[in-house]
């Protein structure tokens, strides 16, 4: 039986990046995981990605939660260093 650190590791984002995912989704992390995982296999799904943490981001900034806003921003920035967006074609 696979662990909630198994899945983690499987996917190639890291356990802050995938819980603003479950946050976002509102789903469980372990399911996040998965589903960060079928994203991260094609640029529409990496943008996805992006679009989601973005709006983690602006969602704690409208509720005055600079602490949290400061974290995802964080977050956002290693996400957007080890998944860069790729230009449409």
């Known amino acids: 039986m696979l662990s909630l650190k198994d899945c983690l590791d499987f996917c190639d984002m890291d356990q802050s990046e995938i819980s603003a995912i ?5 789903i469980p992390v372990i399911v996040a995981a998965e589903l960060c995982d ?7 799904g990496v943008r996805d990605l992006h679009s989601m943490l973005l709006d983690n981001i602006a969602t704690a900034l409208e509720h005055g ?3 949290k806003a400061s974290a995802l921003s964080q977050t956002y920035r290693h996400f957007q260093n080890s998944h860069p967006l790729t230009p449409s074609p």
């Open 22 to 26: 479950a946050e976002h989704e509102h």
């Open 38 to 44: 079928t994203l991260l296999t094609t640029p529409d």
């Open 65 to 67: 939660e600079m602490e």
